[in-house]
């Protein structure tokens, strides 16, 4: 099995695994410039297929960011010309893309504080307005996320409704007993869809993360509205969370390098495997996205893990993955399908006590078009 860290030009060509760790390697080069020199000649040797590098960068949401570290390091000159101009504009348009959401996100704030309402911002949301990155162009992001007490949220899901919000499907009552956040909300003319949280969590992980949990140790953002985003201790934790629990990252093995970079410049403020250690709950999961983060970026000393045996295994699993895509994208898919199996055992189950959710069900059986917007889901 090929080590963790190839040396950059080592290999005559580039494949994806090399792609993905060289743009891990760029992505701390604002951190440690002290890699330029390794960079800078991988570039140079021609071992580097940009093609291959722009496609890891995209489908990882890590382009601008890419780009804005290559040319802090002033290395754009060894770039081809034309890559440079579509890399500036690119993320130029993500720039501007951002600077809306701000303002969006600024504009629903002060509509919330009229009903006594004070958003915390969470995730890509809260680390623009929070000022992480350098550059506001840095983080490509779809949805403004904010959490509010689970009292108010559906408050402020009328709130934004009676100002030209509207749900994507009506899943209300569905909402009122148990999803942690509101179906997703769009208003034409507005760049980005609003999600309303009143847990950061599904259950039953929100048992130990939760509103409760952080609201002492909010900070207060500079802005002419009342915002907060968690502490940088609770960011660190949440963006880990997030990622292991909610998205499956844990039992998926999947990379999501995005995240990780926000992992990555959170950490120049915080220890996190000393937070995940004091946090004390689902240990071997955090410990686990610590593992794969510091191979991703090889080695920072800002992030660092635990090596036991449940880390090791998280870690060569990964590896596995990473050098066998096709067996990856199949075992992926099946552990996709047996998650859904379940997730209709349960359907089925609450359908039997619960009258709101055999009127969700049948809803949803009657809509034609659900029917193919779920096997693209499943697919």
Same mark, same amino acid.
């Given at each position: ?129 929070d000022g992480l990155f350098e550059d506001i162009a840095e983080r490509m992001l779809v949805d403004i996320d904010f959490l509010v007490p689970e009292k108010d949220m559906l408050r402020a899901a009328e709130i934004l409704i009676n100002d030209g919000y509207h749900g994507r499907e009506d899943d209300e009552?569905?909402?009122? +007993? ?27 992980y929100r048992k130990y993360f939760n509103y409760e949990y952080i609201n002492d140790d909010k900070k207060k953002l500079e802005l002419p509205v009342r915002a907060y985003v968690f502490s940088d201790s609770h960011q660190i934790i949440n963006n880990i969370m997030v990622v292991q629990i909610n998205d ?128 693209? +889901?499943?697919?």
């Amino acid at each position: 099995m090929r080590r963790w860290f190839p040396q950059l030009v080592h290999y005559s060509k580039m494949n994806y695994s090399d792609a993905l760790f060289f743009t891990g390697k760029c992505l701390t080069l604002g951190c440690y410039p002290d890699r330029i020199d390794e960079i800078r000649a991988a570039i140079r040797s021609g071992w580097v297929e940009w093609e291959r590098v722009v496609w890891v960068s995209t489908a990882h949401f890590v382009f601008p960011a890419l780009y804005l570290q290559l040319k802090r390091a002033k290395l754009l000159s060894d770039l081809p010309s034309d890559l440079v101009e579509y890399m500036d504009e690119f993320t130029n348009l993500n720039r501007q893309r951002n600077q809306q959401i701000i303002d969006q996100a600024i504009e629903i704030t002060a509509l919330l504080n009229q009903h006594d309402i004070c958003p915390i911002f969470l995730k890509g949301t809260a680390y623009l307005l929070d000022g992480l990155f350098e550059d506001i162009a840095e983080r490509m992001l779809v949805d403004i996320d904010f959490l509010v007490p689970e009292k108010d949220m559906l408050r402020a899901a009328e709130i934004l409704i009676n100002d030209g919000y509207h749900g994507r499907e009506d899943d209300e009552f569905y909402v009122k +007993k148990s999803h942690f956040h509101y179906p997703g909300l769009i208003r034409e003319g507005k760049i980005a869809g609003v999600e309303i949280h009143r847990w950061m969590l599904d259950m039953p992980y929100r048992k130990y993360f939760n509103y409760e949990y952080i609201n002492d140790d909010k900070k207060k953002l500079e802005l002419p509205v009342r915002a907060y985003v968690f502490s940088d201790s609770h960011q660190i934790i949440n963006n880990i969370m997030v990622v292991q629990i909610n998205d499956h990252g844990f039992w998926q093995g999947k990379i999501y390098l995005r995240q990780m970079y926000d992992l990555l410049l959170l950490s120049q403020k915080k220890d996190p495997i000393m937070l995940v250690k004091e946090f004390g709950h689902y240990f071997h999961r955090l410990n686990a996205y610590l593992a794969i983060s510091t191979k991703i970026f090889a080695n920072p000393p800002c992030i660092s893990y635990e090596p036991t045996w449940q880390s090791r295994l998280y870690l060569r699993r990964i590896r596995t993955d990473i050098n066998y895509p096709k067996f990856a994208r199949y075992y992926k898919f099946v552990f996709k399908m047996i998650r859904q199996i379940f997730y209709y055992i349960n359907v089925l189950f609450q359908t039997t006590y619960r009258k709101d959710f055999r009127q969700f069900i049948f809803k949803k059986l009657r809509n034609p078009s659900w029917y193919g917007e779920h096997i693209r +889901k499943l697919l």
